[in-house]
Every structure is written in C-alpha cells, then in structure tokens.
C-alpha cells in the first residue's frame, strides 16, 4: 500500500525551504501486510502513484515521479534504471511478468517485454498526459487520460478510439464480457471497449481517481460512501462510510479515506495498522 504523511513533507519543507520546491522533497511511504498485519515500512523520496504485483517474482513494481519505476519486496526498494527516458510515470499494468505496461506524462507508453523496456510509438498528435492502463492481454491494452483520452494497444500499434467526452480521466478497470469502466473528473463514468463508449450517470461530482473490479462489478469511493455497478443498472450505494479511493485486490478491495485504510471482502471491513 502507498501512503503519504503531509506532516513530514511540512516537517522537511521547514528545515529545507530552498528544495522543499522539487518533487523529490516530496515522500512516499510503501507499507507491506502479511496476514493484515503490517511488518515493512519503506520511505521513498517520490511520488509514488501506482502498483502492480509480480505473483512470478513475489514483489510490487510502484510507479511516480521524478524517476520512475521501483522494485519493492521484503528485501527493499530498489530503483529500475531506464535508460534515456525522463517521463512521469502514473499507471502500471501487465499480464504477467513478462508483459508489463507503463504510461504518464509527457505522454508516454512503456512496454516491458520479457524483461526490456521498450518504447511504444503513440499515434500522431497524442498531447495529452496518460493517467491509467487496464487489459485482458498483452494484444489488448487500454491506456486513459486527459480530455477524454483513450489508446488502444493490439500488441503491434496504438490507436486513438472516439469518446463521448473531452473530461480527463483517470482510472480503467475490467467488468465482464471484455467491457471496461473508466473514471474521470466530476465524477464521469464510462462503459464500453474499441468498439464503443457510453456515459453512465454516477449521481456524484467527486473526480474518480480509482476504480476497483471485485466480485463481477467495479466500485468507485465517494464522501458519501461505496458505489458499485454491474453494467445493467444504474451503479448502486453499497457501504455507507465516507472513502477517498477504492482499489482491487484479487479477493478483497483496499479501502481509504484519510489515515484510515480497510480491508473490504463485500461483507466485512477490516482495519489496517497505518502508523508511519
């Protein structure tokens, strides 16, 4: 899990007025569960903004800026040295660990295949900043972001599909019958895949930063609690406590609002220890 303290980035910016300014004097702190207790806690001076877990290798890649990619397991964490490449990075997804997907901003498309990271040509004229990447396989990989941005990887070339929006979006996740659900700024939501998008009506203005895929629906957090949707009817209220984000974890989600963090496995919440 990643997690922030706005203290010691306060506490720092005092003691360092004159670099406080660089995203470097910034942290961000990884914090690994065994069997929901909490047992490493590591401290990175980036912002770290997603994860994506190597069953293969046993160990999380994480993802931010300024620099770029980490490796993260109990051993540590370790920076991936990219060569020649001075991007953002938001969002991480892969296949397997042969397969692995990158993107953020300048905008950029990394793709790791079989270990080497290379890079993907995006289609002419591609100016907005990428924010998310979801697939089903290597040959069918999406990547959303700034003002109704959407790519679609076939495994050779990317290309720029039509959205019914120009609103930035932020997150992708999988649904069911290769359909997908974005989310994006003022609480938008769209359902749909290459073939087409549709907007669903959310009742929110809360931007969605995540989504979560879980148990055959996709969730999104609010102040006003826990939406799920189905893909049929409109999404519904499912748990009634104010959230900041929502995020898959295979058999259960990771909930967050503030400090507090939850384990939700659809029925029962359990809290995590998040003491920095």
Same mark, same amino acid.
């Given at each position: 899990?990643?997690?922030?303290?706005?203290?010691?980035?306060?506490?720092?910016?005092?003691?360092?007025?004159? !670099? #406080?300014?660089?995203?470097?004097? %910034?942290? !961000?702190?990884?914090?690994?569960?065994?069997?929901?207790?909490?047992?490493?806690?590591?401290?990175?001076?980036?912002?770290?903004?997603?994860?994506?877990?190597?069953?293969?290798?046993?160990?999380? %890649?994480?993802?931010?800026? $300024?620099?770029?990619?980490?490796?993260?397991?109990?051993?540590? +964490?370790?920076?991936?040295?990219?060569?020649?490449?001075?991007?953002?990075?938001?969002?991480?997804?892969?296949?397997?660990?042969?397969?692995?997907?990158?993107?953020?901003?300048?905008?950029?498309?990394?793709?790791?295949?079989?270990?080497?990271?290379?890079?993907? $040509?995006?289609?002419?004229?591609?100016?907005?900043?990428?924010?998310?990447?979801?697939?089903?396989?290597?040959?069918?990989? %999406?990547?959303? =972001?700034?003002?109704?941005?959407?790519?679609?990887?076939? *495994?050779?070339?990317?290309?720029?599909?039509?959205?019914?929006?120009?609103?930035?979006?932020?997150?992708?996740?999988?649904?069911?019958?290769?359909? %997908?659900? +974005? *989310?994006?700024?003022?609480?938008?939501?769209?359902? =749909?895949?290459?073939? *087409?998008?549709?907007?669903?009506?959310?009742?929110?203005?809360?931007?969605?930063?995540?989504?979560?895929?879980?148990?055959?629906?996709?969730? #999104?957090?609010?102040?006003?609690?826990?939406?799920?949707?189905?893909?049929?009817?409109? $999404?519904? /209220?499912?748990?009634?406590?104010?959230?900041?984000?929502?995020?898959?974890?295979?058999?259960?989600?990771? /909930?967050?609002?503030? !400090?507090?963090?939850?384990?939700?496995? =659809?029925?029962?919440?359990? $809290?995590?220890?998040?003491?920095?």
């Amino acid at each position: 899990m990643l997690g922030r303290n706005v203290q010691y980035d306060e506490a720092f910016a005092k003691t360092n007025p004159e !670099t #406080y300014t660089s995203p470097t004097s %910034y942290f !961000t702190h990884v914090l690994h569960y065994t069997d929901h207790v909490k047992d490493k806690t590591y401290r990175v001076s980036d912002r770290l903004l997603d994860t994506w877990w190597s069953e293969s290798r046993q160990l999380a %890649y994480t993802a931010g800026f $300024p620099r770029g990619v980490f490796e993260a397991d109990l051993t540590g +964490i370790r920076e991936v040295v990219l060569e020649d490449h001075n991007g953002a990075f938001v969002g991480l997804w892969g296949t397997g660990e042969n397969h692995i997907f990158a993107c953020g901003f300048e905008p950029f498309v990394l793709y790791r295949r079989f270990g080497v990271w290379e890079n993907v $040509p995006l289609p002419q004229l591609t100016t907005e900043h990428l924010h998310d990447v979801h697939g089903a396989s290597e040959d069918d990989v %999406y990547f959303v =972001g700034g003002r109704g941005t959407i790519l679609h990887f076939d *495994g050779r070339v990317a290309s720029v599909l039509e959205t019914p929006t120009t609103l930035n979006l932020f997150s992708i996740q999988p649904l069911s019958g290769g359909y %997908y659900c +974005i *989310g994006g700024v003022g609480g938008i939501l769209l359902l =749909g895949n290459r073939k *087409g998008w549709r907007v669903v009506p959310t009742n929110v203005e809360e931007d969605l930063f995540s989504l979560a895929h879980f148990q055959g629906r996709v969730f #999104y957090a609010t102040l006003q609690g826990l939406y799920a949707f189905d893909g049929r009817i409109s $999404p519904q /209220l499912v748990l009634d406590i104010p959230l900041d984000a929502a995020e898959p974890l295979g058999d259960a989600m990771l /909930l967050k609002h503030e !400090t507090n963090a939850w384990l939700f496995d =659809g029925i029962n919440l359990l $809290p995590l220890d998040t003491l920095l």
